[in-house]
């Protein structure tokens, strides 16, 4: 039976919202070409129309799933990380329930490669999941351990994929920023499994980052000489 949301009955700001989006984001692309400028508009209008009548149903257990992910691994007030807890959470609440809007996102990418190809359809889930964006998470994993091996780069990149394209079934962007915190979680874990040792690169990555600003700043408060 096909679901309610997948033709759905949208109010009248959330149709301006969705069309708006299609749009804008069509136009972005510079596909110069007013048909597919027009089709792919319409293509991303039709899906996140159907992401948010998808939420109205889903989004009283799907918020309660997160929220359970999230105490899960709550620290705060001398609290330990329960990263077991968490993954069980994530394999029996959370992604059973992102898998029902799965046929919908690749039925999207499907059209949309076969209308603008390859290359365009990545542009535009780029611009989609800017934040935090799939290139620069994966960036930044690089330039925390730069001599891993290229097998274990494809490891942690081909996660940063599957992480932009499964924020396609998110309707805010907060949304988009736990969707991707789900694989960024698995790619520490791998890189501590690769003997990397991920907090410890990622503190030196931070404290590296920010040498250069702080140069920056010293040199603009240096005194003028005469």
Do not use: C
Not at 133 to 161: H, S
């Amino acid at each position: 039976n096909t679901p309610k949301w997948w033709t759905p009955t949208l109010p009248e700001k959330v149709q301006a919202d969705v069309t708006g989006k299609g749009k804008r984001l069509a136009e972005q692309l510079e596909l110069n070409d007013a048909a597919k400028t027009q089709k792919t508009a319409a293509l991303v209008a039709e899906h996140f129309g159907r992401v948010w009548a998808w939420h109205q149903e889903v989004d009283e257990k799907l918020n309660a799933a997160w929220s359970a992910w999230d105490a899960a691994r709550d620290n705060t007030n001398g609290k330990q990380k329960d990263e077991l807890k968490a993954l069980t959470v994530m394999t029996e609440r959370v992604d059973p329930i992102y898998a029902e809007f799965t046929p919908q996102i690749q039925g999207l990418l499907s059209a949309l490669r076969q209308e603008i190809g390859e290359e365009k359809t990545t542009a535009l889930l780029d611009r989609i999941t800017r934040s935090p964006g799939a290139k620069r998470t994966y960036d930044a994993y690089v330039g925390m351990v730069p001599e891993m091996t290229e097998a274990e780069k494809a490891i942690l990149w081909d996660r940063m994929v599957q992480a932009r394209e499964d924020s396609l079934a998110a309707w805010s962007d907060g949304q988009i920023v736990k969707i991707f915190k789900k694989y960024k979680i698995r790619n520490e874990f791998s890189l501590d499994y690769f003997g990397y040792g991920y907090q410890k690169r990622y503190q030196a990555w931070i404290e590296a980052s920010k040498r250069p600003a702080a140069a920056a700043t010293a040199s603009t408060n240096a005194p003028a000489t005469h």
